[in-house]
């Protein structure tokens, strides 16, 4: 079956620094989703990507849809302590009702 | 971007009693449904996929008589776990989606089997 790989599997850093996640996939995808999770709650949609080689912010979030429809990037500049949590990448090929393939997670902790 | 609101957030339950969830979309009518599952320092594990009045569709290895979804309507969609066993505690987690695109998630509810 599909499977992603997602790294780093955690990540420490100072505030103040940028921050690099990614996601590669066995297979393609026609949607690529990144997902943040705080400790007890559920994932919440940071940036969704449609077309490959599209790039999109949100803020002080960026990710990109890769090319070849099979890798996705995220990335945080300036990190503040709010960005501690666990950033999820989530794939969709489309022809499955739209259920969601999950990465393993990048968990960030940022240091004061 | 849109509302899901999943409740309970947390149950306790006695082993051999039955648990229902729910989630609702609030302000939107979801084509689609799904349910996870979530153990502690792991990613989300789909369960099953709910479209509204038809079968859930149960991924590998999920136990359909166990893990009741119930999808009555386009806001609204139930999973029971049946018969708990400690083993069933976990987070559980929905979503719905808007078109099969993007999907907006529950705020998960925790279930202790004691």
């Known amino acids: 079956g599909q499977q992603l790989n997602q790294s780093p599997q955690s990540m420490f850093i100072q505030e103040g620094e940028d921050v690099s996640m990614n996601c590669t996939s066995s297979?393609?995808?026609?949607?690529w989703l990144w997902y943040k999770q705080d400790p007890g709650e559920g994932p919440v949609l940071l940036i969704a990507?449609?077309?490959?080689?599209e790039l999109t912010s949100n803020g002080r979030l960026t990710a990109q849809f890769g090319i070849t429809r099979k890798d996705s990037f995220l990335n945080i500049s300036a990190s503040i302590p709010s960005d501690v949590g666990i950033y999820f990448c989530?794939?969709?090929?489309?022809?499955?009702?739209?259920?969601?393939?999950f990465g393993k997670g990048t968990k960030l902790s940022v240091k004061p | 971007g849109a509302v899901v609101s999943q409740h309970p957030s947390r149950v306790i339950c006695k082993s051999g009693t039955s648990v229902k969830i729910e989630c609702r979309s609030l302000?939107?009518?979801?084509?689609?449904m799904f349910w996870y599952r979530q153990f502690p320092k792991q990613s989300l594990m789909l369960m099953a996929t709910?479209?509204?009045?038809?079968?859930?569709?149960?991924e590998q290895g999920v136990e359909k008589d166990k893990f009741l979804i119930n999808h009555a309507s386009l806001t609204l969609s139930t999973l029971t776990v049946t018969s708990a066993h400690p083993e069933d505690s976990s987070f559980y987690i929905c979503?719905?989606?808007?078109?099969?695109?993007?999907?907006?998630f529950g705020q998960g509810t925790r279930l202790t089997v004691v």
């Open positions: 979503s719905a989606n808007i078109d099969y695109t993007e999907a907006f």
């Open positions: 297979s393609i995808f026609n949607t």
């Open positions: 990507l449609y077309k490959a080689g």
């Open positions: 989530a794939g969709q090929s489309g022809g499955s009702q739209g259920n969601l393939i």
């Open positions: 302000d939107f009518q979801a084509t689609t």
């Open positions: 709910s479209n509204e009045g038809s079968k859930a569709t149960y």
